[in-house]
């Protein structure tokens, strides 16, 4: 069933949070968050409030605070039954008390409680917390900071104990009632080349004329309808650094704060593999839920989140080596495999697959991802093929510790790639999955391609294993490094590897240096990467590479509230308490002890109202004014899941009871005259006769039944060539010499036949030629999406027409007027 957090109301009760004010600072990939949450409460009566909000799944939360009508109160973490046990005693004594806490099922979601808010009162929440940034494909350091928490689907095995259990009310964008600002302050010696953003911010203010640190600000009137994202370029990124921050001896002698910590920053130079991997079993697993028939994002023209994923799954059909095994998944309530077992790649086997994803809807109802993979992992390995899982979702589950632990069960055996579609897709389930099983994850917003990020994902799949990864250390005598990141299996090519040790034993003098050495092994040739650093260490008040170290073990030994083994549960709860960084385990609470006397009057509840996206509204007939489903059917119905939901017409009106949304259909959808495959049918019969004397093959690329094959690619992906030439590529890397292939190239096919170069060249090997060169020439920007399976066609050409590839290349530029280099034909 879909957990909203509580039906929408309208009644006109006021709400005591009033303002939410983040301070962000970035200081070359680290991020430190201070979030003040503002409440006061214009009744009469004293308040207990809950507010249910979303965090990044890397956010070490180290402090909270509270300052009630000018008086500052500290919280203290503690283990999170006592904290819970202190909270209600100090409510049911009539005294004030805050308590903050992460879920116990998911690491991105926290609630705060403010108990006993005295009538008049006004009181400043704070939480801090640092987390390590992300670095994308181009070189941008990515700092999201969530503000949207969609609906979220709850499996059938769920414990009932979440936050998102809480009847919060869900109020639509224009409705909510307090306020968000942002201000950023970035630093690096590197210099900061610009700074980019999903949201309206200030213009960049620099704060000093070289560049290195600079300023900016949410544009006022933020209404949650996105997360907030900043994408920051430095000069240089990838330059290996190690950062050693001094300890608490004195207030922490015997704890995990004691002993200098140190950071390493790796970006291993892997070379790029000479053999790519052409063996392996790949499985996709495809989020089918009723809120994938929503748009990636609010702005224009946002393809719907089923049509990217079926585009998608069309590029990595047509990228996989022959001879690897596949299979494709698609989920929701239930959950179907388009073959009983994984299957050899072939023609065959790629064709059927592609019917299938033509056919694809979002129809599956909730988000139960947990049995498709436990059902993937109970089928056999297929000897020589190791099983690379590739899971698509919006994310909206409230188990992801039981998921992200199913996955870690079973990480000796696989590698799982993960990607997050939409807003407000779940860190802790999309990070979490990937890192435990050795994989990446990516995150699909705004004006993202799926298409993109899931194709550099197969890319990094088809590199040959690196292995045999140690991390060691040369450092002076009577100094020694404990390494606290849980043990490298996987590295990839253009990636970044972050360390993190406690140094313990005797200091040398300040000019004393220290190595770290990154070793592993590619193809049988032992590779080194290594970095030299002062050991002198740096002071810092917020002891953030201590917290980010806590950070990175409690990441790989939480598993939730309920299910962290008790061997390392203890340790959990120790370095969550010595650092103060939270967990699964523990929970900051507070008490007022500064009120003389106790909170008169009866205690009333407010829960603060959390916003709801339109494109959320397709799976909540509820925010509709409509009675909750049951828990069979939480989304819409198939028949009534709209087509297209970027715009909508007649939002709902509470006067007038249920109003339907009305999807308006985009414009750029393409849709062929029912008629027309018949017609070209009739037109082609002519055309095979023709062909059928210079090759049985041709004749076959010719048939009405191919081209019929081919109108129905059009039908589902739109009139996009670069689509419909991929969907034409066969299995094993070429194109057939055929009509369709003639349209795209905007020439017709008795061109095409007269313009071979060589009179006995294969026709295949003529057309595959001709596609290479148009997508060089027409879809150059686009490369990232078609780069493997372009690959693969090259090395068909050098099969099969080695002897007169350079006649047919050269053929083909001046045939096409192209400007391609003939160079790109070589392997």
């Known amino acids: 069933m879909v957990l909203p957090g509580g039906l929408l109301t309208r009644k006109e009760e006021p709400v005591p949070l009033?303002?939410?004010?983040?301070?962000?600072?970035?200081?070359?990939?680290?991020?430190?968050?201070?979030?003040?949450?503002?409440?006061?409460?214009?009744?009469?009566?004293?308040?207990?409030?809950?507010?249910?909000?979303?965090?990044?799944?890397d956010s070490a939360v180290y402090s909270f605070e509270a300052v009630v009508d000018g008086k500052k109160i500290k919280a203290e973490l503690q283990e999170k039954r006592k904290a819970h046990s202190i909270y209600e005693s100090a409510i049911s004594n009539r005294r004030q008390a805050f308590l903050l806490e992460e879920d116990k099922y998911s690491r991105d979601v926290f609630c705060c409680n403010v108990g006993n808010l005295n009538p008049g009162s006004k009181v400043a929440l704070t939480l801090k917390s640092v987390q390590e940034l992300p670095l994308e494909a181009d070189g941008a350091l990515r700092y999201v900071l969530p503000a949207v928490l969609n609906p979220r689907y709850r499996g059938s095995g769920s414990f009932e104990d979440s936050c998102l259990d809480m009847k919060t009310p869900v109020v639509p964008l224009e409705d909510l009632p307090y306020t968000f600002s942002m201000l950023a302050t970035i630093s690096s010696q590197h210099g900061i080349e610009r700074i980019q953003s999903n949201c309206p911010f200030s213009p960049t203010e620099y704060l000093g004329e070289d560049k290195t640190s600079a300023q900016v600000s949410l544009a006022d009137g933020h209404k949650f309808d996105r997360d907030v994202e900043l994408l920051i370029y430095y000069s240089e990124v990838h330059t290996p650094t190690v950062a050693v921050e001094m300890g608490q001896p004195k207030d922490n002698p015997d704890g995990f704060m004691k002993d200098p910590s140190a950071m390493v920053c790796f970006y291993p130079n892997i070379p790029e593999a000479q053999s790519p991997v052409i063996c392996g079993e790949f499985?996709?697993?495809?989020?089918?839920?009723?809120?994938?028939?929503?748009?990636?994002?609010?702005?224009?023209?946002?393809?719907?989140?089923?049509?990217?994923?079926?585009?998608?799954?069309?590029?990595?059909?047509?990228?996989?080596?022959?001879?690897?095994?596949?299979?494709?998944?698609?989920?929701?309530?239930?959950?179907?495999?388009?073959?009983?077992?994984?299957?050899?790649?072939?023609?065959?086997?790629?064709?059927?697959?592609?019917?299938?994803?033509?056919?694809?809807?979002?129809?599956?109802?909730?988000?139960?991802?947990?049995?498709?993979?436990?059902?993937?992992?109970?089928?056999?390995?297929?000897?020589?093929?190791?099983?690379?899982?590739?899971?698509?979702?919006?994310?909206?589950?409230?188990?992801?510790?039981?998921?992200?632990?199913?996955?870690?069960?079973?990480?000796?055996?696989?590698?799982?790639?993960?990607?997050?579609?939409?807003?407000?897709?779940?860190?802790?389930?999309?990070?979490?999955?990937?890192?435990?099983?050795?994989?990446?994850?990516?995150?699909?917003?705004?004006?993202?391609?799926?298409?993109?990020?899931?194709?550099?994902?197969?890319?990094?799949?088809?590199?040959?294993?690196?292995?045999?990864?140690?991390?060691?250390?040369?450092?002076?005598?009577?100094?020694?490094?404990?390494?606290?990141?849980?043990?490298?299996?996987?590295?990839?090519?253009?990636?970044?590897?972050?360390?993190?040790?406690?140094?313990?034993?005797?200091?040398?003098?300040?000019?004393?240096?220290?190595?770290?050495?990154?070793?592993?092994?590619?193809?049988?040739?032992?590779?080194e990467n290594r970095v030299t650093f002062s050991l002198?260490?740096?002071?810092?008040?917020?002891?953030?590479?201590?917290?980010?170290?806590?950070?990175?073990?409690?990441?790989?030994?939480?598993?939730?509230?309920?299910?962290?083994?008790?061997?390392?549960?203890?340790?959990?709860?120790?370095?969550?308490?010595?650092?103060?960084?939270?967990?699964?385990?523990?929970?900051?609470?507070?008490?007022?002890?500064?009120?003389?006397?106790?909170?008169?009057?009866?205690?009333?509840?407010?829960?603060?109202?959390?916003?709801?996206?339109?494109?959320?509204?397709?799976?909540?007939?509820?925010y509709l004014g409509c009675a909750l489903p049951n828990a069979k059917s939480s989304y819409f119905s198939p028949a009534s899941q709209p087509t297209r939901t970027s715009r909508y017409e007649g939002m709902p009106d509470q006067r007038d009871g249920c109003k339907p949304c009305r999807p308006m259909v985009s414009k750029d959808l393409c849709a062929l005259e029912l008629d027309r495959p018949h017609a070209l049918g009739h037109r082609l019969k002519k055309k095979c006769m023709f062909l059928q004397k210079a090759s049985p093959q041709m004749a076959r690329a010719h048939s009405p039944t191919n081209r019929t094959n081919f109108e129905t690619h059009c039908t589902v992906f739109g009139d996009n060539h670069l689509v419909q030439l991929i969907s034409l590529q066969n299995a094993d890397g070429s194109w057939y010499l055929d009509e369709n292939l003639a349209g795209i190239l905007g020439k017709s096919l008795e061109d095409l036949l007269a313009a071979v170069p060589?009179?006995?060249?294969?026709?295949?090997?003529?057309?595959?030629?001709?596609?290479?060169?148009?997508?060089?020439?027409?879809?150059?920007?686009?490369?990232?999406?078609?780069?493997?399976?372009?690959?693969?066609?090259?090395?068909?050409i050098h099969i099969h027409a080695a002897s007169i590839v350079q006649e047919l290349v050269k053929a083909a530029i001046v045939f096409t007027k192209s400007s391609v280099d003939p160079a790109i034909f070589a392997l």
């Open 18 to 57: 009033k303002s939410i004010c983040v301070t962000l600072s970035i200081r070359e990939f680290v991020a430190g968050v201070s979030a003040t949450l503002n409440y006061e409460n214009e009744e009469d009566v004293p308040l207990e409030t809950f507010f249910v909000f979303p965090m990044d799944d």
């Open 283 to 527: 499985v996709f697993l495809m989020d089918r839920s009723g809120s994938m028939q929503c748009p990636i994002s609010k702005q224009d023209k946002s393809q719907l989140r089923i049509e990217a994923a079926k585009e998608t799954l069309l590029l990595l059909l047509k990228s996989l080596p022959i001879g690897c095994y596949f299979n494709v998944y698609g989920f929701g309530s239930s959950y179907e495999a388009f073959f009983p077992n994984s299957v050899q790649y072939t023609q065959q086997t790629m064709e059927e697959a592609l019917r299938r994803v033509k056919l694809m809807q979002a129809d599956l109802g909730g988000t139960e991802i947990l049995t498709p993979l436990q059902i993937i992992y109970r089928e056999p390995s297929i000897v020589g093929h190791p099983l690379q899982l590739f899971v698509f979702t919006d994310g909206e589950v409230t188990d992801t510790l039981n998921i992200i632990n199913e996955v870690k069960r079973n990480r000796l055996r696989h590698r799982c790639f993960s990607f997050g579609i939409g807003e407000g897709a779940s860190t802790s389930l999309i990070k979490g999955i990937a890192r435990v099983a050795g994989g990446t994850s990516e995150f699909i917003t705004g004006k993202d391609r799926m298409q993109s990020k899931a194709l550099r994902a197969l890319k990094r799949a088809l590199q040959p294993a690196v292995e045999d990864i140690s991390v060691s250390w040369d450092l002076p005598h009577g100094l020694s490094a404990k390494m606290l990141s849980p043990e490298q299996t996987v590295l990839y090519k253009g990636q970044r590897l972050i360390v993190y040790a406690l140094l313990s034993g005797t200091m040398p003098p300040a000019e004393a240096t220290g190595e770290v050495y990154l070793k592993y092994t590619l193809q049988g040739k032992n590779l």
């Open 536 to 622: 002198q260490p740096k002071p810092d008040d917020n002891f953030t590479i201590h917290r980010l170290a806590a950070k990175s073990f409690l990441q790989a030994k939480d598993m939730g509230f309920r299910d962290t083994p008790a061997k390392d549960k203890k340790d959990v709860l120790k370095i969550s308490i010595d650092c103060g960084v939270i967990s699964s385990q523990t929970a900051f609470i507070a008490v007022n002890k500064n009120l003389n006397k106790p909170v008169q009057g009866p205690l009333t509840r407010r829960d603060v109202p959390r916003p709801i996206l339109l494109g959320a509204a397709s799976v909540m007939p509820q």
């Open 758 to 796: 060589i009179k006995d060249a294969n026709s295949s090997s003529w057309a595959t030629v001709l596609a290479v060169v148009w997508l060089h020439s027409n879809a150059k920007q686009m490369k990232g999406e078609w780069e493997l399976l372009e690959k693969k066609a090259r090395t068909w």
